[in-house]
């Protein structure tokens, strides 16, 4: 078995007083220990369709299949990064990574632990007791980023994580997150990332889907055969071949 | 469906009061229509001075710094001390002044521009200030200047604001309308015609129940109608076309968190303004330690002045006033009313807490909840009063039946206060908030505990501070009436003070005032400036 999760004829279209058609029968499938990145003009429905994998909304039509099961609500099992971080103010940066972990039936000390562990592999440590307020953008990203990861999810979800930081935190965090997934001791081995940078998507993923505008459609696949570490090939052919093969898909769809 | 409401609203007030024309058998009942009238008039009119008056002022204030140095303070202490409790006074001291019928009309206007005046001046000195400082320098910028700049920047900024505080203020006015037309001085009852005093004299003197109703349904449609068929439609309008600034002030102010904003519709938010413009003022000038020792300091003055009266002849006054306080009494009778206003207060905060979690998870409870504030809110609750009571009396002592109304009305005054905005924040948590106490399964009680109440805590703590404001004047109504030859009331403050009044001892009075403001100062300085900066440490908004 390869597949890890499978999306099927997804459709989505939300009532707001006029009708927004967000997604229309998008399907794909995600392999075990795969990167993948979703990119799209804004607009075109990759948020909404993050949000259907991690059963946080449902769709109109078609299902979302993780390792052989519908997702139908929420599960620990896949967590999600938030472009916006989406920390609890209230929390500290130790509290925001350990609450989830109480919530879902770790004993206080192995929350704790765990946290600890995580808050220092996002390289936070002396930073447990502070509160988001007083963290830069990049460090709370980090926070979110332990938060996703402490629950040892089997597909970490990641909802355009560094638009809303500067490129040199961003450049650091990518190289962070690469990390992260490439270490064969972690658990969580499958990333599924939402973007609208096309060098960044180059640069994390394997294979790299692409969106039309509203309504939401696939319009072209690539598959990333820059060898990795990617960092060390930015300035390689094949690294801009690939830039070049997807502006070209994306200006399609554009134009269609 | 504002439409319907109005349609709705109309034939009932119709219908009552053509009941009341033919079927009440009550003498005055035919005169229902133009009491409710009367009354209408008069608060119409003092709501147009208000207005002129709050926006002349209002920006005056907000742009001249010694204008806004000298008026604001003066104006913030004003509105700290509980109006019904001053009001007596002020009455007697017109009516001395302006013998007969229109010293009382007077009286009854000055009372009603108080209750309606301060939102509207704090709402637009407060919107005046919101206004972000890089319009002030594109206007500069572009030579925007004088009335150029009045048309352009100031007034869209206020108008919203504006409108919401007149919501309000016509609310108030009619909340307060009965305790302004019909007021028991001295043994003596003041009343001049309108619906308040309607309901005050079918309630309290010649009982007729079934009048006392009819005359407070009546309140309520012209209440609900007005609201829906004036301002509802106002505050839509504007809404629509104008989006000023993105963030709307009062909504900035119920906000809890920084980036988040509301629709401009709603309306109560207002008043937190004007509570947070003095809090914040309080917190620049002096400190806690300040405050409670120039309140004790000018206790023990009063004790010490009326030792010397024997020296210093102008100190007698102190002395005899202070001869007619028993101190014993005195605290106890405080503490009974501070426990009354805490036990409803603790079950008003419990109903909201419960209303907050419900909002933060259904849009239709969202939906549902704002049509029940809407006629809710609109009920002038002081005049509920006198009926509840007197039914009340019907079925069970008058003690107990004063309590339970007492119970009843302090509920009605503070609930609005901190439902409206605990209910408002939890519906515009940010929507990634609400996603990760989904995505990581907080339910139930963890729900409540980790997500809604810290991110509605600036909500709880301005809403509480209003509820308990709302309280004082309650409590002041609330604990003493006369009712045909009988006196009721309550081991309390309120009824200590009502008692002097009913004495026409203003001396007394305005002690028993001085200690009530100072109670309400030093539990904003004590218990809510705290919380506040609990609240601000964490990178919160108030």
Same mark, same amino acid.
């Given at each position: 078995?390869?597949?890890?999760?499978?999306?099927?004829?997804?459709?989505?279209?939300?009532?707001?007083?006029?009708?927004?058609?967000?997604?229309?029968?998008?399907?794909?499938?995600?392999?075990?220990?795969?990167?993948?990145?979703?990119?799209?003009?804004?607009?075109?429905?990759?948020?909404? %369709?993050?949000?259907? #994998?991690?059963? *946080? =909304?449902? &769709?109109? /039509?078609?299902?979302?299949?993780?390792?052989? !099961?519908?997702?139908?609500?929420?599960?620990?099992?896949?967590?999600?990064?938030?472009?916006?971080?989406?920390?609890?103010?209230?929390?500290?940066?130790?509290?925001?990574?350990?609450?989830?972990?109480?919530?879902?039936?770790?004993?206080?000390?192995?929350?704790?632990?765990?946290?600890?562990?995580?808050?220092?592999?996002?390289?936070?440590?002396?930073?447990?007791?502070?509160?988001?307020?007083?963290?830069?953008?990049?460090?709370?990203?980090?926070?979110?980023?332990?938060?996703?990861?402490? %629950?040892?999810?089997? #597909?970490?979800? *990641? =909802?355009? &994580?560094? /638009?809303?930081?500067?490129?040199?935190?961003? !450049?650091?965090?990518?190289?962070?997150?690469?990390?992260?997934?490439?270490?064969?001791?972690?658990?969580?081995?499958?990333?599924?990332?939402?973007?609208?940078?096309?060098?960044?998507?180059?640069?994390?993923?394997?294979?790299?889907?692409?969106?039309?505008?509203?309504?939401?459609?696939?319009?072209?696949?690539?598959?990333?055969?820059?060898?990795?570490?990617?960092?060390?090939?930015?300035?390689?052919?094949?690294?801009?071949?690939?830039?070049?093969?997807?502006?070209?898909?994306?200006?399609?769809?554009?134009?269609? | 469906?504002?439409?319907?409401?109005?349609?709705?609203?109309?034939?009932?007030?119709?219908?009552?009061?053509?009941?009341?024309?033919?079927?009440?058998?009550?003498?005055?009942?035919?005169?229902?229509?133009?009491?409710?009238?009367?009354?209408?008039?008069?608060?119409?009119?003092?709501?147009?001075?208000?207005?002129?008056?709050?926006?002349?002022?209002?920006?005056?204030?907000?742009?001249?710094?010694?204008?806004?140095?000298?008026?604001?303070?003066?104006?913030?202490?004003?509105?700290?001390?509980?109006?019904?409790?001053?009001?007596?006074?002020?009455?007697?001291?017109?009516?001395?002044?302006?013998?007969?019928?229109?010293?009382?009309?007077?009286?009854?206007?000055?009372?009603?521009?108080?209750?309606?005046?301060?939102?509207?001046?704090?709402?637009?000195?407060?919107?005046?200030?919101?206004?972000?400082?890089?319009?002030?320098?594109?206007?500069?910028?572009?030579?925007?200047?004088?009335?150029?700049?009045?048309?352009?920047?100031?007034?869209?900024?206020?108008?919203?604001?504006?409108?919401?505080?007149?919501?309000?203020?016509?609310?108030?006015?009619?909340?307060?309308?009965?305790?302004?037309?019909?007021?028991?001085?001295?043994?003596?009852?003041?009343?001049?015609?309108?619906?308040?005093?309607?309901?005050?004299?079918?309630?309290?003197?010649?009982?007729?129940?079934?009048?006392?109703?009819?005359?407070?349904?009546?309140?309520?449609?012209?209440?609900?109608?007005?609201?829906?068929?004036?301002?509802?439609?106002?505050?839509?309008?504007?809404?629509?076309?104008?989006?000023?600034?993105?963030?709307?002030?009062?909504?900035?102010?119920?906000?809890?968190?920084?980036?988040?904003?509301?629709?401009?519709?709603?309306?109560?938010?207002?008043?937190?303004?004007?509570?947070?413009?003095?809090?914040?003022?309080?917190?620049?000038?002096?400190?806690?330690?300040?405050?409670?020792?120039?309140?004790?300091?000018?206790?023990?003055?009063?004790?010490?002045?009326?030792?010397?009266?024997?020296?210093?002849?102008?100190?007698?006054?102190?002395?005899?006033?202070?001869?007619?306080?028993?101190?014993?009494?005195?605290?106890?009778?405080?503490?009974?009313?501070?426990?009354?206003?805490?036990?409803?207060?603790?079950?008003?905060?419990?109903?909201?807490?419960?209303?907050?979690?419900?909002?933060?998870?259904?849009?239709?409870?969202?939906?549902?909840?704002?049509?029940?504030?809407?006629?809710?809110?609109?009920?002038?609750?002081?005049?509920?009063?006198?009926?509840?009571?007197?039914?009340?009396?019907?079925?069970?002592?008058?003690?107990?039946?004063?309590?339970?109304?007492?119970?009843?009305?302090?509920?009605?005054?503070?609930?609005?206060?901190?439902?409206?905005?605990?209910?408002?924040?939890?519906?515009?948590?940010?929507?990634?908030?609400?996603?990760?106490?989904?995505?990581?399964?907080?339910?139930?009680?963890?729900?409540?505990?980790?997500?809604?109440?810290?991110?509605?805590?600036?909500?709880?703590?301005?809403?509480?501070?209003?509820?308990?404001?709302?309280?004082?004047?309650?409590?002041?109504?609330?604990?003493?009436?006369?009712?045909?030859?009988?006196?009721?009331?309550?081991?309390?403050?309120?009824?200590?003070?009502?008692?002097?009044?009913?004495?026409?001892?203003?001396?007394?009075?305005?002690?028993?005032?001085?200690?009530?403001?100072?109670?309400?100062?030093?539990?904003?300085?004590?218990?809510?400036?705290?919380?506040?900066?609990?609240?601000?440490?964490?990178?919160?908004?108030?």
């Amino acid at each position: 078995m390869t597949v890890i999760l499978e999306v099927q004829n997804v459709s989505k279209t939300y009532r707001n007083g006029a009708e927004v058609k967000a997604l229309e029968n998008v399907s794909f499938i995600v392999n075990y220990d795969e990167f993948l990145c979703i990119i799209g003009p804004s607009g075109c429905g990759k948020s909404t %369709l993050l949000r259907i #994998i991690a059963g *946080l =909304d449902r &769709p109109d /039509s078609g299902k979302v299949i993780f390792k052989g !099961k519908e997702i139908t609500s929420p599960t620990p099992k896949i967590t999600m990064v938030f472009q916006s971080f989406a920390l609890l103010p209230w929390k500290t940066a130790l509290e925001n990574v350990e609450l989830p972990l109480v919530v879902n039936g770790y004993t206080k000390d192995e929350a704790r632990e765990r946290a600890m562990k995580y808050l220092k592999m996002v390289h936070l440590d002396g930073f447990e007791n502070v509160y988001p307020h007083d963290l830069s953008g990049g460090m709370k990203q980090r926070v979110g980023l332990a938060r996703a990861l402490a %629950l040892h999810p089997e #597909i970490l979800l *990641l =909802d355009e &994580p560094f /638009s809303s930081l500067d490129e040199l935190t961003a !450049k650091d965090l990518r190289i962070l997150l690469l990390k992260i997934w490439s270490d064969p001791t972690l658990p969580t081995n499958n990333f599924i990332m939402i973007t609208h940078n096309v060098e960044e998507a180059v640069m994390m993923a394997d294979r790299i889907i692409v969106m039309s505008p509203r309504p939401g459609r696939i319009v072209g696949e690539l598959k990333v055969n820059v060898p990795r570490p990617r960092f060390e090939h930015l300035r390689d052919k094949e690294f801009f071949e690939a830039v070049d093969k997807l502006l070209e898909m994306l200006s399609i769809s554009e134009y269609k | 469906m504002g439409r319907y409401i109005i349609l709705i609203s109309s034939v009932l007030l119709a219908l009552t009061l053509i009941y009341s024309y033919f079927f009440l058998s009550y003498s005055d009942a035919k005169m229902l229509a133009v009491y409710a009238l009367i009354s209408l008039g008069r608060i119409t009119i003092v709501f147009a001075i208000s207005l002129v008056f709050g926006v002349c002022v209002g920006v005056l204030a907000a742009l001249n710094k010694t204008a806004g140095r000298i008026i604001i303070p003066v104006f913030d202490i004003l509105q700290s001390v509980p109006i019904l409790g001053y009001f007596p006074i002020l009455l007697v001291a017109i009516i001395a002044a302006f013998p007969g019928y229109l010293g009382r009309e007077l009286a009854v206007w000055i009372l009603l521009f108080t209750a309606m005046e301060w939102s509207i001046f704090f709402g637009v000195v407060g919107s005046i200030r919101a206004i972000p400082p890089s319009v002030k320098e594109a206007a500069s910028t572009f030579n925007i200047r004088g009335y150029a700049y009045f048309k352009n920047v100031i007034l869209p900024a206020i108008i919203p604001a504006l409108i919401s505080a007149s919501t309000l203020a016509w609310n108030d006015g009619w909340t307060f309308d009965i305790a302004a037309e019909f007021v028991s001085y001295n043994g003596q009852s003041y009343a001049v015609p309108g619906i308040g005093s309607f309901i005050a004299n079918t309630s309290l003197v010649n009982t007729n129940l079934q009048a006392a109703w009819t005359g407070l349904l009546v309140i309520g449609e012209i209440v609900v109608l007005t609201n829906q068929a004036v301002w509802h439609r106002l505050a839509d309008r504007v809404s629509k076309h104008r989006p000023i600034f993105g963030v709307h002030i009062p909504e900035r102010i119920v906000h809890p968190l920084r980036t988040m904003r509301m629709p401009a519709r709603r309306i109560f938010g207002l008043k937190f303004r004007v509570e947070f413009l003095g809090l914040s003022r309080f917190r620049n000038s002096f400190s806690t330690k300040v405050v409670a020792s120039a309140f004790i300091l000018s206790l023990i003055g009063l004790v010490v002045a009326s030792d010397l009266s024997e020296l210093v002849p102008a100190f007698s006054i102190i002395s005899q006033t202070m001869a007619q306080v028993n101190i014993v009494e005195t605290i106890l009778f405080t503490l009974f009313t501070l426990g009354r206003l805490f036990v409803v207060y603790i079950f008003a905060l419990f109903v909201s807490l419960m209303a907050a979690l419900a909002a933060s998870r259904s849009k239709r409870f969202r939906k549902i909840f704002y049509t029940i504030y809407d006629t809710g809110r609109a009920i002038p609750y002081l005049a509920l009063f006198p009926p509840l009571f007197a039914t009340l009396l019907q079925v069970m002592p008058g003690e107990l039946g004063l309590e339970v109304s007492s119970f009843f009305l302090i509920f009605m005054g503070m609930i609005w206060y901190i439902i409206y905005n605990v209910v408002t924040a939890a519906s515009y948590l940010p929507e990634e908030l609400k996603e990760v106490s989904e995505l990581f399964g907080f339910r139930g009680f963890r729900r409540l505990r980790d997500i809604v109440i810290p991110s509605t805590l600036p909500a709880i703590v301005t809403g509480s501070i209003l509820a308990w404001g709302g309280g004082w004047n309650v409590i002041i109504y609330s604990e003493y009436v006369t009712q045909g030859n009988n006196v009721y009331s309550l081991p309390g403050l309120g009824s200590l003070l009502d008692n002097a009044a009913a004495a026409g001892n203003s001396y007394l009075v305005i002690f028993y005032l001085f200690i009530m403001s100072g109670i309400v100062i030093l539990l904003g300085r004590l218990v809510w400036r705290r919380l506040i900066e609990r609240v601000e440490r964490r990178g919160l908004e108030i």
